[in-house]
Each structure stands twice: as structure tokens, then as C-alpha cells.
């Protein structure tokens, strides 16, 4: 392998249909890698069913919406690989065999999953599959021997635990087979939720939808939250308390006239209904072209899976010459 040559492993699990926090988080950046690298996008259903197993048709339906999503921003499977985690079974050999190089204890204390844990409520019953999904993520890396992995800051210690099974692995078997992968920091701050929350969240219904309807998109816009302090129109405001201009920081394109809303708002005599309708112009203006493409890939759902299908055999044959490698290394090529 040319090890000058950028790899570039993202993916998404499909839980449900995309929104602005995962544009700005992840396909922001995806769509400036497009055609610098060798970038292979997984829709990681088998890791989904960690959580979703009792409601498998629930994280078939989402494969489709997230794919739809990714061709609707302008991701291009001529440029990218799209490919569906379950039809490449190699993955799930690999994870078999890395879980005889990680312990139980240390998954255990992985930062990642024991605030997942928490944020899911499992209590006691977390399912095994849940516990050990580092280690099928660390599959999923090195088996396209990607060397860049684009992670937000809270993801980093997954990425840890992939190069200490790149490590042990290559040190137990005596080779140089798997490739370390570097943790990318998305350049974009987690976006907040239309409630305040510090977190954009399906599972809390605070999202914006990259496919969201117009007059949906306004009846969300409304309920924003501006700065508490900002009692009256008169008064000074502070858009740093102000969740619309969090907002239109992000997705103005129009940046004096931003800064002269901050400035008005700061002064006082700037209402928050003034800001919103603006914000409302601004996102509409964004998402009205995805929501139309997105309309457009929705409609013709074979020709979607057809585009999946096609890049998950071609992840499959990268992903088998990896394996070939690692079976050899065990001596088990038999």
C-alpha cells in the first residue's frame, strides 16, 4: 500500500434520517474530502442493532434514509464508496478475531462507551453486542486500512483502542499487516438542538432534517429560544445566549450582514422574531435544493439500493485481500 496515500473511513448508523448537526459534524467534511482521497462512507447497520435488535425493520428503513441523505448534499458514489456494514461479512470475522486481543475490562472502561451507556439507560442490561462494538469499529477501520478516521473530539478514545489492536495484533503475529489510523477532528462544533439542549438529537426531537418540509422547518424555527435577558425589543441582547445566531454562524452565508444583526442585537432595538425570520431565510435557502434532490433519490428507492449495493462489493474485495493478510499472519490460510 502507497502509505502516502490518504484513506479515509467515515460512516453513520442508521437510526433515522440525517439533520443539520450531522451536516455540519460530518458531511461538511466528507464533501471537502471528496476526490482528495480514497474515502469509503459505511452505513453501519449490524453496529444499529446494538441497540435496535428487537426492530430490525426500523434500521433497514433508515439505510435507505441516510443513503438518500448522502446523495442529496452531494456526496457522489463515483467519487466515494457506499456500502452497507452487513453485506461485508469479512468485517464480522475480523471483529471475531481482535476480541481474543482486548480485554473485558478494558472495553469496560472506554470513555465512549460508558457515556453511551449512560445516555442509553441501559442500566445493567447492556446488551454484550453494545460493549464490544470498539472492537467491530476497529474492524471496520483497519480493514480498508484506512489511516484517517474523521471523528468528533468525544470519539477519539475509539480510535485509541483501533491502533491498540492494530498494535497487539501486528506484535502478537509478528507482522506489519494492519495500519495505524489517525483521529481527524471535525472543524465543526457540535451543533446544538432547537430546544437549547447542547445537543442536536433524534432521539430527543430536537432536530432540523436535511429533507424538513418548509412550513415544518418554520414551526421549528419559532420555537428557538433567543437570550434569556433579551426581555424586550428595546433592550441589549447577547447573541452568544441567542440560539438563532448560533445558527446563522454556521449557515449565513452572508457574513457583514450577519455581523450587523450581532451588533443590532447587542445595542438593543433588534427583536428575536426579526432574527428568526432571517435564520428561516437562511435555511431555507440551504436546505430547499438537498430537500429536492432528496425527493428525487427517495422515489426510486432500487436504484438507492442498487447504488449501495454496488459500492458495498467493492468494499467487500478491499476488505477480503485485509482478511487474506490477517489469516495468513495466524497461520490460519489453511
Known sequence: MDKSKKIVLTGDRPSGALHLGHYLGSLKSRLE??????????????????????????????????????????????QNIFFIQSLVPELFELTLYYLNLVT???????????????????GESVPAGFMTYPISQAADISAFKANCVPVGQDQMPMIEQTNEIVRKFNTTYNCNVLVKAEGMITKFSRLPGIDGDAKMSKSLGNCVYLGEEAASLKKKI????????????NAPGDPDNALSFTY??????????????????????????TVKQYLLEVLEEFLSPIRKRRAEFASDPAQVMRILKEGSLRAREKAAATLSEVRAAMHLNY
Not at 428487537?54 to 434500521?59: D, F, I, L, R
Open 248 to 273: 446563522l454562524r454556521a449557515f449565513c452565508q452572508d457574513k457583514q450582514k450577519l455581523e450587523e444583526l450581532e451588533t443590532h442585537y447587542r445595542k438593543g432595538g433588534l427583536g428575536d422574531g
Open 104 to 122: 473485558w475490562n478494558r472495553l469496560k472502561h472506554n470513555p465512549t462507551v460508558k457515556q453511551e451507556i449512560t445516555q442509553k439507560n441501559f
Open 33 to 78: 474530502l471528496q476526490g482528495t482521497c480514497e474515502q469509503l462512507i459505511m452505513i453501519a447497520d449490524a453496529q444499529a442493532l446494538t441497540d435496535n435488535a428487537s426492530n430490525p425493520e426500523k434500521v433497514r428503513q433508515n439505510v435507505l434514509e441516510v443513503a438518500c441523505d448522502y446523495l442529496a448534499v452531494g456526496l457522489d458514489p463515483k
Open 222 to 233: 419559532r420555537k428557538i429560544p433567543g437570550d434569556p435577558n433579551h426581555t424586550e425589543i
